[in-house]
């Protein structure tokens, strides 16, 4: 069995109506725009009850609609989908933390675990036990995060999780099953993308942030996984759920993700397995946006007693604008509210995972993860003669692969003066334009460069100065290599000379250096300069090189701290 629906028009990325589009039929006909706002009683299509949400809960006629005669009502789940996603989010949760709920309930009725326990009302408090320290574990990753526990795994600053709902009091909404997979994955994507954000080509890092927690960051990808036990009056829950965004996109804009959440329920030989995985496919436009999601999930669920057995098996895919459902296979007396509870589960699940991991995914590509932009002025971008015009070249590239991204390069002042030409307007990459130098000594301007492309967002912020070259204390090396010296001029070329060796510097905010020494060493690199950015605060280098000393090979880098003196 299949159902499709036609493709429709696409609106916002975060209305309601998109989302409700994600995964299982969308209803043929009507406009994202009429979902957004959820059909009202007297608009909705055939065949929709007239009371989808009530009492904070999806009503049992809105579940029992999900499917008719086998097919899946893709009018009945979007609707339900945009009534749940128009609500304010700790609504939202309080809505999917029922529904997951009964789910849980509708599962151990199917599979015999409720007959193996006793009754519904003995299976419910055993299951609100066994999910308890689970509970307890996706509540403590919120904290962790709060409290700065990868700043210590990553080494860039406390990384807070996002505020959309108050996604780490799980054991307020009673949530179990499904639900804890969203809320647990939801509240970590942007967070861990974010902590990877400025991450170097190599680096590749992994941390327990709290006991069952673990996150992986690197360029190119970065991850979740959960995994959760808990036992109550026999019944044991094993939770395991993964999550895996690719945030910088390749050479045609494509960018991708992938979710897992596995739950196996069980009491002695008699229990059942629930699993979903969804995978996203994106695309981003010239201007770094997104352009278009395509989604597929594979919902998959079976019951075990005494060797014998039902299952359910079932896809459901977005490409291009149109959704399709089908069954892949099911066995034994799989019943109806089973089925329901599937698809509005599923679908639920896979509308509001994607708005996270999406956002996750273009939060990462849009803070400068992905894109190098190398700002080059061709005087400067200290020490200019008062009017002095300077041409100014950017030139954004892949961090990933090193090759020009194309699209566009906006050049803006965003303090001090003089002007430059164009200011705010885009220019195709590789761009040009004009910075005009204050017409006074001692007076500076700061232009924003920023590129965007496919491939993502690149930023550059120079400082240009017509104040007298400044002199700088520089202190600092690696290991053997120790400098304490004073240089009068790092815009100029210079030479930083150790007891080791001499290091030859390009002079310049970045450049090249050489150095030579005992032992027949020699290395080769380039350096960063970052002047103070207040009265009281050093500048930095970081050289960063390889060579050989004795024969022997190497490579490594050294930091310096530079202090404003006089020469």
């Known amino acids: 069995m299949r159902t499709t629906c036609a493709p429709r028009r696409r609106t916002s990325r975060y209305t309601a109506g ?16 009429d979902a957004a706002d ?134 307020g909404t009673g949530a179990v099953g499904l639900m804890m997979g969203m809320m647990g994955l939801g509240m970590m994507a942007e967070p861990v993308v974010t902590a990877s954000n400025t991450a170097k080509p190599g680096e590749n890092e992994t941390a327990e942030v709290a006991k069952g927690a673990k996150i992986g960051g690197s360029l190119e990808e970065s991850s979740v996984a959960l995994e959760f036990d808990g036992d109550q009056d026999g019944v044991a829950v094993k939770f395991t759920a993964s999550l895996i965004v690719h945030p910088c996109p390749d050479p045609d804009g494509r960018f ?29 436009d010239d201007n770094a946006k997104v352009a278009n999601v395509d989604a597929k999930t594979r919902t998959e669920w079976a019951e075990f007693a005494n060797a014998k057995g039902q299952y359910l ?11 399709t459902f089908a069954f892949n296979r099911s066995g034994g007396t799989v019943t109806a509210p089973v089925v329901n509870m599937a698809v509005m589960m599923s679908a639920l699940f896979a509308a509001m995972v994607e708005q996270f ?10 803070s400068g993860r992905c894109v190098e932009l190398k700002v080059t002025p061709s005087d400067g971008p200290e020490g200019l003669e008062p009017a002095a015009v300077v041409d100014v070249r950017a030139e954004p590239r892949s961090k990933v692969d090193g090759k020009p991204t194309g699209g566009n390069v906006t050049a803006t002042l965003t303090a001090g003066g003089a002007s430059v030409e164009p200011d705010g307007s885009p220019v195709p990459a590789d761009a040009d334009s004009t910075y005009t130098a204050p017409d006074e000594e001692d007076k500076t301007g700061t232009v924003h460069y920023e590129s965007r492309s496919r491939r993502g967002v690149g930023k550059a912020d120079v400082r240009y100065s017509t104040a007298k070259p400044a002199a700088y204390r520089v202190v600092g090396g690696l290991q053997d290599w120790k400098i304490d010296q004073v240089v009068c001029d790092v815009m100029a070329p210079f030479t930083l000379t150790g007891e080791i060796g001499a290091m030859q510097l390009s002079g310049g905010l970045s450049g090249t250096y050489v150095f030579d020494g005992m032992f027949s060493s020699h290395y080769e690199g380039t350096y960063e300069i970052s002047l103070p950015d207040g009265p009281g605060k050093p500048g930095t280098m970081v050289g960063t090189g390889s060579g050989s000393v004795a024969g022997q090979a190497g490579s490594g880098t050294e930091n310096y701290a530079l202090t404003p003196t006089t020469c």
């Open 256 to 284: 991708d993700a992938k979710v897992r959440i596995d739950i196996h329920t069980s009491k002695g030989q008699t229990g059942s397995n629930a699993k979903i995985d969804l995978e996203l496919d994106g695309q981003v």
């Open 313 to 323: 098996d079932f896809t459901s895919a977005r490409t291009s604008g149109t959704s």
């Open 38 to 171: 959820g059909p009202s009683e007297t608009t909705r299509a055939s065949g929709v009850p007239a009371v989808l949400i009530a009492d904070g809960k999806i009503t049992d006629e809105a579940i029992a609609a999900a499917t008719k005669d086998g097919d899946v009502q893709g009018a009945v789940v979007e609707a339900v989908v945009s009534e749940v996603l128009a609500l304010e989010p700790n609504d939202q949760l309080a809505v999917l933390g029922e529904v997951s709920r009964r789910f849980e309930l509708e599962l151990a009725r199917a599979s015999g675990l409720e007959s193996a326990v006793g009754d519904a009302a003995a299976t419910e408090r055993a299951l609100d036990g066994a999910w308890d320290p689970i509970r307890a574990g996706v509540d403590a990753i919120g904290p962790a995060l709060e409290a700065g526990e990868l700043e210590s795994v990553f080494g860039r600053g406390r990384i807070a999780r996002p505020g959309q709902a108050d996604a780490t009091s799980a054991a």
């Open 18 to 33: 998109l989302v409700a589009l994600a995964l299982f039929g969308a209803a043929c006909g009507g406009s994202s725009d």
């Open 357 to 366: 991991v999406v956002r996750a995914a273009e939060s990462g590509w849009s």
